[in-house]
């Protein structure tokens, strides 16, 4: 197995460990990010970003049931046609995961590790390979 020596090791890939890595970068160049599922981040890919997307679709039909109470009549029935909120969510979701893929793909390879990383010791660590990476 492949041994490295580094002076800082960020265990994963996600919105705080891309803070961290390019934290790291300023002090030293020999830093590495083992990531070992998706790149994208947990906030843009299935958390924050998507669910206030979906939030902004509910506070929209919101606006149009309380509009009626600040003189602003919407005429006829609201339809909520939910594959087209759906894929508005997601559209979006993967332009959000786009930027920060853009970003990951502008950090040099040989400072991005695939794979879970668990510590041996204090010092080291050791990886099991996971599934391939994006980005
Ligand atoms: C539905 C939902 C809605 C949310 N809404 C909000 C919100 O409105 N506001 C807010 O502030 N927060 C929100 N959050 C929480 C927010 O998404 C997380 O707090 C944030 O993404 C955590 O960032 P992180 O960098 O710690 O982890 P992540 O972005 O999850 O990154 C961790 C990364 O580490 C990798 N990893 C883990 N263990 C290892 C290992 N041993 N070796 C290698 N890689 C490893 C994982 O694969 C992952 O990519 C929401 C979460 C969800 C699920």
Do not use: W
Not at 33 to 43: H, L, V
Not at 65 to 90: L, N, Y
């Amino acid at each position: 197995m492949k041994r490295l020596q580094v002076d800082v090791a960020v265990i994963g890939g996600g919105t705080a460990g891309l803070g961290a890595y390019r934290a790291a970068k300023r002090f030293t160049p020999n830093v590495v990010m083992i990531e070992g599922g998706p790149y994208g981040t947990t906030c843009a890919r299935v958390g924050c970003m998507p669910s206030k997307l979906l939030i902004a679709a509910a506070e929209a039909v919101h606006h149009i049931e309380v509009a009626p109470g600040f003189g602003v009549h919407p005429q006829g029935e609201t339809r909520i046609d939910g594959k087209e909120v759906m894929d508005r969510v997601k559209r979006e979701r993967d332009r959000f995961v786009g930027f920060v893929l853009e970003g990951v793909g502008e950090i040099p390879a040989q400072d991005k590790i695939e794979g879970y990383a668990h510590f041996i010791d204090d010092n080291n660590l050791t990886g099991r390979r996971a599934h391939s990476n994006s980005g």
